[in-house]
């Protein structure tokens, strides 16, 4: 395979609408879910491919990362493949170690 229009930088969050293998839009969970929920609280149902969470320490100071990635199953060829793949950061640790900088007495 050609590796044409390949591209290195990673933006996130980043989503695929259509399957990588057959180019179908039809995923199994909207199609499974469809009537049982509302169509608006279809993204929230989606299984979770992997998830993965670490501490980062660029500049110092300590904060935590969460990467997500959703998953679904594309109904014509059966292919598994992500939706949406997400970065989630949460606030720094405060310095000192982290306990709101509280004494015990
Ligand atoms: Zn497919």
Known sequence: MAE??????????KTFDKC?????????????????IPAEEMEKEQPVLFSFEYNAQPSGRLYPVKLMALMD???ECGTVYAISLMRFVGR???????????RRP
Not at 4 to 13: F, M
């Open 20 to 36: 990588p293998h057959c180019g179908s839009a039809a995923r199994f969970c909207p199609e499974a879910l469809k009537g049982d």
């Open 92 to 102: 720094p640790a405060l310095p000192g170690g982290g306990n709101g900088g509280r």
């Open 4 to 13: 044409e229009g390949k591209k290195t930088k990673l933006v996130l969050p």
């Open 73 to 75: 199953v594309c109904v």
